[in-house]
T-cell receptor, first 108, second 114 residues
């Protein structure tokens, strides 16, 4: 059983589509982290949030602590958004549990 | 802006050999982490450190050792390499002064044990 579950595992979208990636977790957390892993393997932090909603450009992240759920939205998707998106939760002691990722492909 | 630097980027080892994966950060972060990423799996925490001289085990510590003599460096040691340790290894760091401080990742070390 994974502490962090993501859906969908794979997602293909046409350029311009609105995309939603979901993350559910089963443990008490202090914060949730959305990461982007590029095809070359590098990992970049997108958002770290403990409540509410954050927006950065075309990316929006929301979290509902009571429901133990977070979503990552991409508006007006573009082929350069193609990557693996990873959800991670921070628990007591500053350890992190990671989801297996959602592989997104945006087709021109 | 170096951030988190990992060396080497690639390495092939024979079973039973030993090696050290290097990790350095120049952001004065107090927390540092070592993860491994296997195909189709989420990152798994191997070891972490909350400051110089302090280390602790994560989910999958067996077969590895770490040290943290300074804030900047957090090397990961494989003493007797086994095929099960074939993986991509990521080092990360964070500053925990505030709740929403993100982790910063190195580019990874791809390690194959043959």
């Amino acid at each position: 059983k994974n502490e962090v579950e993501q859906s969908p595992q794979n997602l293909t979208a046409q350029e311009g589509e609105f995309i939603t990636i979901n993350c559910s977790y089963s443990v008490g957390i202090s914060a949730l982290h959305w990461l982007q892993q590029h095809p070359g393997g590098g990992i970049v932090s997108l958002f770290m949030l403990s409540s509410g909603k954050k927006k950065h450009g075309r990316l929006i992240a929301t979290i509902n602590i009571q429901e133990k759920h977070s979503s990552l939205h991409i508006t007006a998707s573009h082929p350069r958004d193609s990557a693996v998106y990873i959800c991670a939760v921070r628990i007591a002691g500053n350890q992190f549990y990671f989801g297996t990722g959602t592989s997104l492909t945006v087709i021109p | 802006n170096a951030g988190v630097t990992q060396t080497p980027k690639f390495r092939i080892l024979k079973i039973g050999q030993s090696m050290t994966l290097q990790c350095a950060q120049d952001m004065n972060h107090n927390y540092m982490y070592w993860y491994r990423q296997d195909p189709g799996m989420g990152l798994k925490l191997i070891y972490y450190s909350v400051g110089a001289g302090i280390t602790d085990k994560g989910e999958v510590p067996n077969g590895y050792n770490v040290s943290r003599s300074t804030t900047e460096y957090f090397p990961l040691r494989l003493e007797l390499a086994a095929p099960s340790q074939t993986s991509v290894y990521f080092c990360a760091s964070s500053f925990t002064g505030q709740l929403e401080q993100p982790q910063h990742f190195g580019d990874g070390t791809r390690l194959s044990i043959l």
